[in-house]
C-alpha cells in the first residue's frame, strides 16, 4: 500500500528545531513526508537536515524543479499537511490567502485536512489580530492547536509554546485516521475529567484508585483532533499534557469539583471518565498515622464526597449541554449501569467491566454506551481512542 503523504510545513520560529522530531516519528511509522520550510525557517534548520531525515528533496521556492509544478502538486497530492511551528506571520498569511512561496502555495491547493501547531510569545498569541486569524482558520475547517504553557525564548514564561511533538502527531494521527470529515467539534468548547481522585489521611497516605488517566486522555486528545477547544481536569494521571488541551491539574474530590464547574460554565459537552472517590476520611492527620506495638489500628470514619456527575446533570450550566459520565462495574454491568445512568440523570453513560487485569492502566477498553434514550451503543475491546470516538460521534448527534 502507498504510504499515506504529508506535507511537514515549516515556519520561521526558533521552534523549529523541535520539527527535526515530529519528521523522525512520522517517518518511523510509515508516513512519506515532504518538509516545505519557508526562508525563515532555514535560519533555524538548514535543507539538508530536512532533506536527510525525510528523504526527500526539501525547497521554499516555487521557482524550484518548475516543471514539476511545486506549488500545486505538494499540496494535491498530500494526504495531510501540517505546519509546526506554525508563527503568527505565517497564521496570517494562511488566514489571508497569501501565497508568496511554497508553503503558503501549498496551503491554498491543498484538499486534505490541515493542522497547524502555533508557538509564539504570549503576547503575539493574544493579540487580537492573531485570535481573528485562528478563529477564521477553524471556521474553515483547519484544526489549529491551542500552544502550550511554559518556557518561551528568553526567560519569558507562558502561553505559545509549541507542544511537545509527540503529542502534535498524535493530533495528526488521529486527523489522518478520519481522513477528509470536516472536525465537527470545531467552535464547540468540552470538558473532560481523567485520572484517579487522593483523599489524604495524613502527609504521607491517602485513598485512591487505580485509575491511569489514559481513556481520559485519549478523550481530550480525540476531541482536540475533532476541533475542539479542551479543558481536561486531571486528577493525578502524570502524563504527558495532550498537544492544544488547556490542563487543569487537580488532586481530590473537591478539587476537581470545583475545576469541573468552572470549566463547564460556557461547556458544549462535559464527559466525566475520571474515577472519582466516592468517600474521604473524615478527618485528616496533621502527622503520620503511627504504628502502636500491640495495638489494632483505629477505625477511620468516612464522609461522602459530592457526587459530580448528578450535580452537572441536574444542573446544566447552559441549555442543551451534553453530560456523559462512566461507570466501572464488577458484576451485573448493564444491570447496574441503567440504574446509575438513571440515578445520575446524564446523557450518556460508558459502562465497563473492570478488574485487577482489566481497562485500568490498558492501553486499550472495551465498553457499552448507554443513553438516556434507551440506546445501547457496544463498543468492541480495541484502543482507547476507539471508544472516544464512539463517545464523541454519540455526543455530536446530540449536540443542537
Excluded at 63 to 90: F, K, N, S, Y
Amino acid at each position: 500500500m502507498d504510504k499515506p503523504r504529508v506535507v511537514l510545513g515549516v515556519s520561521g520560529g526558533i521552534a523549529a528545531y523541535k520539527a527535526c522530531e515530529l519528521l523522525r516519528r512520522f517517518t518511523e511509522s510509515g508516513h512519506d513526508v515532504r518538509v516545505v520550510p519557508t526562508a525563515s525557517a532555514l535560519h533555524f534548520v538548514g535543507a539538508a537536515t530536512w532533506s536527510a531525515l525525510s528523504g526527500n528533496p526539501v525547497s521554499t521556492e516555487v521557482w524550484d524543479a518548475v516543471h514539476e509544478v511545486p506549488h500545486v502538486r505538494i499540496g494535491q497530492h498530500a494526504d495531510l499537511v501540517v505546519v509546526a511551528p506554525a508563527t503568527a506571520d505565517m497564521l496570517a498569511k494562511a488566514a489571508h490567502g497569501l501565497a508568496d512561496d511554497l508553503l503558503t502555495n501549498t496551503l491554498l491547493t491543498a484538499r486534505c485536512p490541515v493542522v497547524f501547531a502555533p508557538a509564539m510569545h504570549t503576547e503575539m498569541w493574544e493579540h487580537p489580530a492573531t485570535q481573528e486569524n485562528v478563529a477564521t482558520l477553524r471556521r474553515r475547517g483547519a484544526v489549529v492547536v491551542e500552544p502550550a504553557v511554559g518556557r518561551l525564548t528568553g526567560v519569558d514564561t507562558g502561553k505559545g509554546r509549541l507542544p511537545d511533538p509527540a503529542e502534535i502527531f498524535e493530533v495528526c494521527r488521529r486527523v489522518l485516521s478520519r481522513g477528509a470529515v470536516e472536525p465537527d467539534l470545531r467552535g464547540r468548547h468540552v470538558v473532560v475529567s481523567a485520572g484517579g481522585t487522593r483523599e489524604p489521611l495524613d502527609p504521607v497516605r491517602f485513598l485512591g484508585n487505580r485509575s491511569s488517566g489514559k481513556q481520559g486522555y485519549a478523550l481530550a486528545r480525540t476531541a482536540a483532533a475533532r476541533g475542539a477547544r479542551v479543558t481536561l481536569v486531571s486528577a493525578n494521571a502524570g502524563l504527558p499534557d495532550p498537544a492544544g488541551v488547556d490542563v487543569v491539574p487537580v488532586g481530590t474530590a473537591v478539587q476537581l469539583r470545583e475545576a469541573v464547574l468552572k470549566a463547564a460554565a460556557d461547556a458544549d459537552a462535559v464527559v466525566m471518565a475520571a474515577a472519582v472517590a466516592d468517600f474521604r476520611p473524615a478527618a485528616y492527620a496533621a502527622g503520620k498515622i503511627k504504628k502502636k506495638d500491640g495495638q489494632d489500628p483505629a477505625p477511620i470514619a468516612l464522609v461522602r464526597n459530592p457526587d459530580i456527575l448528578a450535580e452537572i446533570s441536574a444542573d446544566r450550566a447552559r441549555p442543551g449541554q451534553v453530560i456523559v459520565g462512566f461507570a466501572a462495574e464488577t458484576d451485573d454491568v448493564l444491570a447496574n449501569g441503567r440504574a446509575k445512568l438513571a440515578r445520575k440523570g446524564c446523557d450518556l453513560l460508558v459502562v465497563n467491566e473492570v478488574g485487577e487485569r482489566k481497562t485500568f492502566g490498558s492501553e486499550e477498553n472495551e465498553a457499552v454506551v448507554l443513553g438516556a434514550d434507551g440506546s445501547e451503543t457496544p463498543v468492541p475491546h480495541g484502543p482507547k481512542e476507539a471508544l472516544a470516538d464512539t463517545v464523541w460521534d454519540l455526543v455530536v448527534g446530540r449536540l443542537g
